[in-house]
């Protein structure tokens, strides 16, 4: 299995910046992907940004498109999520999330989360 550790949350005025991280152990060659998460109070998580492994594909929520960057370092087992231009409606706990393979098929893993509050 893999263990996922976040870091760099925080607060942040409108308009700031941001950057995350997300390092991975365990089971880190089983991985496919590796992505961003985020639930503000009272609204369901929902998808940041993601990025395969191999290719380094790159997926986004539509909201976040132009502001966030997701990026890796595959010798450092690391995610990161560049966050500029923030605006309020950020603010939510982020989640990062592993994709391993398996026999049995895909398997999610999470790490605790990170506050980030963008004040106004």
């Known amino acids: 299995q893999v263990q996922l550790v976040e870091s760099g949350g925080g607060l942040v005025q409108a308009g700031g910046s941001l950057r995350l991280s997300c390092t991975a152990s365990g089971s880190t060659a089983s991985i496919t992907s590796m992505g961003w998460y985020r639930q503000a109070p009272g609204k369901q998580r929902e998808l940041v940004a993601t990025i395969r492994s191999g290719g380094g594909s790159t997926n986004y929520e539509d909201s976040v498109k132009g502001r966030f960057t997701i990026s890796r370092d595959d010798a450092k087992n690391t995610v990161y999520l560049q966050m500029d231009s923030l605006k309020p409606a950020d603010t939510a706990v982020y989640y990062c999330?592993?994709?391993?393979?398996?026999?049995?098929?895909?398997?999610?893993?999470w790490g605790p989360g990170t506050q980030v509050t963008v004040s106004s």
């Open positions: 999330n592993a994709v391993e393979r398996s026999w049995s098929g895909p398997i999610d893993s």
